[in-house]
């Protein structure tokens, strides 16, 4: 059975948003091997950011 992409696609646009940004070269790298330290990825990271802020906001 074939993954069916269009389908896929669909449903993920129904269900998350991307959320992009570019910061300093230096600081993005620092940030990625400290979650990498962590063994953390950014994802789980900012989603959990992101509850904690509009809990206190």
Do not use: H, V
């Amino acid at each position: 059975m074939s993954r069916n992409y269009q389908k896929e696609n669909e449903w993920e646009k129904t269900k998350y948003i991307r959320i992009q940004s570019k910061i300093d070269k230096e600081l993005g790298i620092a940030f990625k091997m400290k979650l990498k330290e962590k063994n953390i990825n950014l994802s789980s990271w900012l989603e959990k950011e992101i509850e904690e802020f509009l809990k206190n906001n």
